[in-house]
């Protein structure tokens, strides 16, 4: 276990591969979506974004995966940008959703983990 969770660190905070999700983002007043199969509680990656970013973009992102009848929206810098990906850096998030995400991701993974055995 401990094995795992040093696997999982990296940066700030616990960093996760998931399952690819849908993520909707907002920047220069245009909507977009990606996939993100990589998150941690200081930033995420994503690919196959319809709305192409450039490195220090800001950009609001829309998390409705965690809980659907309340949005989750951060505030994030994009860091990297390639033609269709780009990687995020979050911006001020509090403790209280730092806890709601790692949580959220960590039985996201035992669950995927379990219905693969």
Do not use: H, W
Not at 14 to 23: A, E, G, N, S
Not at 36 to 42: L, N, Q, T, V
Not at 91 to 110: H, P, Q, W, Y
């Amino acid at each position: 276990m401990a094995d795992e969770i040093k696997s999982l660190t990296k940066r700030k905070g616990l960093r996760f591969q998931i399952v690819p999700r849908t993520l909707r983002y907002r920047a220069r007043d245009q909507e977009g979506e990606a996939l993100i199969s990589d998150i941690s509680a200081g930033g995420c990656y994503a690919v196959e974004a319809t709305v192409i970013l450039s490195p220090n973009d800001l950009v609001l992102i829309f998390l409705d995966f965690i809980d659907p009848e309340n949005i989750l929206e951060i505030e994030a810098l994009v860091l990297r940008a390639d033609e269709r990906e780009f990687a995020l850096k979050f911006l001020n998030v509090s403790d209280e959703l730092n806890i709601k995400m790692v949580k959220f991701f960590a039985a996201d993974i035992r669950k995927n983990k379990l219905q693969s055995e």
